[in-house]
T-cell receptor, first 114, second 114 residues
């Protein structure tokens, strides 16, 4: 257990569906991250939040919409996804982003878009 | 921007044999270097990190890595592997002069055979 939980662990959705991924950290960290992990590709950083404010957005399509209501929770809202969006979506947290701090990862949500 | 090259996508090895997983990064300026491990159906877990000081870094589970600035490498080694070491291993680099958020390589799948 890393102190970062993600739900659901598996999700299958059609291209017209709307769904949300949830991440919760119990570590008292101030920074949270969404990553996309596709087979045999480098981990892709999608979004970074620091103290509930988005500090980085790496040219992610608008069909992915993050939300950080407080420092413990992070959501990724999904709508009108494409089959190529099928991947493992990982959430991570760290104490903060201003200096080096170890990232702690959740187990991920395996997303399949039909 | 930093980039990370993991030359081997898959490394098969027999139990109790030594193993080396290779990692090269793009820049010769000051860097922070990391190795993460991902066991099946789990998120990433930090194995070890180099921030400064001794170039030989020891991590968890008997792994170690050596920072070689002239060759811009940070290879991971273990003198005797176990079946339980079967996992995906990711090398990552961050630039302390820029963003502390690491850039990840594509990963190396270590497969330990009995």
């Amino acid at each position: 257990e890393t102190g970062v939980t993600q739900t659901p662990r598996h999700l299958v959705m059609g291209m017209t569906n709307k769904k949300s991924l949830k991440c919760e950290q119990h570590l008292g960290h101030n920074a949270m991250y969404w990553y996309k992990q596709s087979a045999k590709k480098p981990l892709e950083l999608m979004f970074v939040y620091s103290l509930e404010e988005r500090v980085e957005n790496n040219s992610v399509p608008s069909r992915f919409s993050p939300e950080c209501p407080n420092s413990s929770h992070l959501f990724l809202h999904l709508h009108t996804l494409q089959p190529e969006d099928s991947a493992l979506y990982l959430c991570a947290s760290s104490q903060d982003v201003e200096i080096y701090n170890e990232q702690f990862f959740g187990p991920g949500t395996r997303l399949t878009v039909l | 921007a930093q980039s990370v090259t993991q030359l081997d996508s898959q490394v098969p090895v027999f139990e109790e044999a030594p193993v080396e997983l290779r990692c090269n990064y793009s820049s010769s300026v000051s860097v922070y270097l990391f190795w993460y491990v991902q066991y099946p159906n789990q998120g990433l877990q930090l194995l070890l990190k180099y921030l400064s000081g001794s170039t030989l870094v020891k991590g968890i589970n008997g792994f170690e890595a050596e920072f070689n600035k002239s060759q811009t490498s940070f290879h991971l080694r273990k003198p005797s592997v176990h079946i339980s070491d079967t996992a995906e291993y990711f090398c990552a680099v961050s630039d302390p002069g820029g963003s502390y958020i690491p850039t990840f390589g594509r990963g190396t799948s270590l497969i330990v055979h009995p």
